[in-house]
T-cell receptor, first 112, second 115 residues
Framework: AQSVTQLGSHVSVSEGALVLLRCNYSSSVPPYLFWYVQYPNQGLQLLLKYTSAATLVKGINGFEAEFKKSETSFHLTKPSAHMSDAAEYFCAVSVSGNQFYFGTGTSLTVIP | KAGVTQTPRYLIKTRGQQVTLSCSPISGHRSVSWYQQTPGQGLQFLFEYFSETQRNKGNFPGRFSGRQFSNSRSEMNVSTLELGDSALYLC??????????????FGPGTRLTVL
């Protein structure tokens, strides 16, 4: 079975500080991994995805994530937080078909 | 190109009633997936439709059903509503549902409140 664990349901960072959102996955086969962002009253928007190519994946809005098989992790980072980054972030895994398993989400607050 | 649209955006029903939600995918997309989002359970996969056929199904009771039409529009139905069905229901579409190459685009969701 596949599952995703996001450590920290709430993360606060100062504007300009490093953003680090943690995601660990469980999968019996090589997974596809995703990060999505959700702004209030909106659907999810894809930030980036890992599909077994480069382990360091660059996404939109300056975000990137590194796939570490040995740690079963896919943490999301951004060097410098912006106020507009405040949102809910979801990590997801898919191994076959088009069925996604999502983490419970991390709410990011950016402090001015 | 228009995004994924969901109607209605908000819905209030009472226990025991049934409800139908609609999703129009991006033009050209043939795969439509449905998710339930609640504060307690997060995002959970309901089912996926491709070319009018249910291709994948999550772990939800039979009260939750769906269908897809020849134009790829999809509907989701919940019968005998329970309080716990209150949630944001999200629809997502992609070209053919191939995870390795497709991108899944989400609609804004339908907020269902069951009283």
């Amino acid at each position: 079975a596949q599952s995703v664990t996001q450590l920290g349901s709430h993360v606060s960072v100062s504007e300009g500080a490093l953003v680090l959102l943690r995601c660990n996955y469980s999968s019996s086969v090589p997974p596809y991994l995703f990060w999505y962002v959700q702004y209030p009253n909106q659907g999810l928007q894809l930030l980036l995805k890992y599909t077994s190519a480069a382990t360091l994946v660059k996404g939109i809005n300056g975000f990137e994530a590194e796939f570490k098989k040995s740690e079963t992790s896919f943490h999301l980072t951004k060097p410098s937080a912006h106020m507009s980054d405040a949102a809910e972030y979801f990590c997801a895994v898919s191994v076959s078909g088009n069925q996604f398993y999502f983490g419970t989400g991390t709410s990011l607050t950016v402090i001015p | 190109k228009a995004g994924v649209t969901q109607t209605p955006r908000y819905l209030i029903k009472t226990r025991g009633q049934q409800v139908t939600l609609s999703c129009s995918p991006i033009s050209g997309h043939r795969s439509v997936s449905w998710y339930q989002q609640t504060p307690g359970q997060g995002l959970q996969f309901l089912f996926e439709y491709f070319s009018e056929t249910q291709r994948n199904k999550g772990n939800f009771p039979g009260r939750f059903s769906g269908r897809q039409f020849s134009n790829s529009r999809s509907e989701m139905n919940v019968s005998t509503l329970e309080l716990g069905d209150s949630a944001l229901y999200l629809c997502a579409s992609s070209l053919v549902g191939r995870v390795s190459t497709d991108t899944q685009y989400f609609g804004p969701g339908t907020r269902l409140t069951v009283l």
